[in-house]
């Protein structure tokens, strides 16, 4: 996710533990191949959050090329090739979902990207451009044609933007219609929905996007739950802790203003759910240095152990999360991976 899955959040994910795979920011091309300094830190990741998979858009097929060279030089496991970003100055230059309006340029594109790299090519969907033209079966068999080696389906068009519910029937079609691996992706934000999303639609992975923000530990609880146990549930203590480790985080790599303006989106939405969440919020965005940010956590996760209330700290989400574990043990066969976007 843009502006979101940097450096510092994919490692707060991925110690958290159950994350099959972390994907980079999307990085254009255009900036990476100018040797943009902003796009060349997009790409810095770190040995601990290996498999790394680095993510490009662009519609000019020798950039694109390029970039996917200089992606593989940096050490990334994997090539993913965006084809599903809705913002009109990334679609108007051809970019995003703009190409699943222009399959002959994203076919140059992937063959010329199969041509430069060793490293697995992936590719990242939407349904379509509109309703009226879903192409996603489509374009998924000629990626495979191309060599593409997985397939992630965002279950919207370009034009729902992130309006709806993701169709996880279109994400079905597209694994019966290809045989290299397809993953699902699109409003899972609990154990039980992405458990049900997977089973039904047979695909081989899931993603997880703004699911990941919500709650860092979907992925250890997937992970439990494919393997029988029951979903693992951070106490208070827990949460403040991942709240104060992101923050130090984001204040030792980057500058201090940069680093509120994170800790509030983060934190934005980890509390959404939470008991007293929203005037949390408000007070953390209404925090102009790190001395008050830290100050008003501490108050807050006072005031929640001191709730009766709040018990063992479980909120609705958690206690169906706990449910689903018996669900999935009754049953499945879905064993592949959960991976963060
Ligand atoms: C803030 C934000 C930034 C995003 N940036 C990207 C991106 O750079 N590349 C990409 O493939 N998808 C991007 N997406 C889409 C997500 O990866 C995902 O496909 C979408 O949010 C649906 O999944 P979710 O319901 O699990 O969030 C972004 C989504 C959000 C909300």
Known sequence: ??????????????????????????????????????????????EEERPFAVQIFGGQPERMALGAEMAQEVGADILDVNCGCPAPKVVRNGGGSGLLRDLPRLETILKEIKKTITIPLTLKLRTG?????????????????????????????????????????????????????????????????????????????????????QNP???RQFQDVIEGRKPYQPD??????????????????????????KMKQLAGQFTKGLIGGAQFRQTLYH?????????????????????????????????AA?????????GGDVSTSVAAV
Not at 236 to 261: D, H, N, Q, T, Y
Not at 322 to 330: L, P, Q
């Open 236 to 261: 208070l203590s827990e949460k403040k802790a991942v709240l104060l480790e992101f923050f130090g985080m984001c204040r030792e790599e980057m500058p201090e203003i940069v680093a509120l303006g």
């Open 129 to 213: 451009f509109s309703e009226s033209t879903i192409n996603v079966v489509e374009v998924a068999k000629m990626a495979e044609q191309c060599g593409v080696e997985h397939i992630q389906v965002h279950g919207r068009t370009k034009e729902q933007g992130y309006k709806g519910l993701a169709n996880w029937d279109l994400i079905k079609q597209v694994k019966e219609a290809v045989t290299v691996p397809v993953s699902g992706n699109g409003d899972i934000t609990t154990i039980e929905y992405g458990i049900e999303r997977w089973k039904e639609s047979g695909t081989d992975g899931i993603l997880i996007g703004r699911g990941a923000m």
């Open 1 to 46: 996710m843009a502006g979101v899955t940097d450096y510092t959040f994919r490692r707060l994910i991925k110690r958290r533990g159950g994350v099959g795979l972390v994907v980079s920011e999307f990085i254009s091309v255009e900036g990476l191949t100018r040797h943009n300094p902003k796009s060349k830190r997009q790409m810095h990741f770190a």
């Open 322 to 330: 706990s449910d689903s574990c018996d669900m999935f043990a009754s």
């Open 287 to 319: 925090s102009h240095s790190a001395e008050e940010i830290l100050d008003n956590i501490t108050i807050y996760f006072n005031t929640l152990a001191a709730d009766s209330n709040y018990g063992d700290g479980m909120v609705e989400a958690d206690a």
């Open 217 to 219: 530990w979907i992925f």
